[in-house]
Nanobody, 117 residues
Framework: QVQLVESGGGSVQPGGSLSLSCAASGITFSGYFMDWYRQAPGKQRELVASITPLESTNYAESVKGRFTISRDNAKKTVYLQMNSLKPEDTAVYYC???????????WGRGTRVTVSS
């Protein structure tokens, strides 16, 4: 059974930092692209950051220079370090695993991030 479990969400003031984690089980983690998405209230889900098995990364323009995605293939975990948080970063953050070869695609249940003074 495949599981992606996000953790690390919470409430923080503008300018603060949070670190999200997503622990995977039931997949060969090193064979998957790993993504972080977010969905703000009333908005569509958007891609925040991606990392390949060889650790190439991509970021949405809105988070470049503030967020860092990383992965530990041995621990089957992907991370999202979020710095200089803004109120517009408030959203539910989701972890996604996309198989490099094939169509397998899995989602976590999300973790809520609230940035507010």
């Amino acid at each position: 059974q495949v599981q992606l479990v996000e953790s690390g969400g919470g409430s923080v003031q503008p300018g603060g930092s949070l670190s999200l984690s997503c622990a995977a089980s039931g997949i060969t983690f090193s064979g998957y692209f790993m993504d972080w998405y977010r969905q703000a209230p009333g908005k569509q889900r958007e891609l925040v950051a991606s990392i390949t098995p060889l650790e190439s990364t991509n970021y949405a323009e809105s988070v470049k220079g503030r967020f860092t995605i990383s992965r530990d293939n041995a621990k089957k975990t992907v991370y999202l370090q979020m710095n200089s948080l803004k109120p517009e970063d408030t959203a539910v953050y989701y972890c996604n695993a996309r198989r490099v070869i094939g169509r397998d695609d899995y989602w976590g249940r999300g973790t809520r991030v609230t940035v507010s003074s």
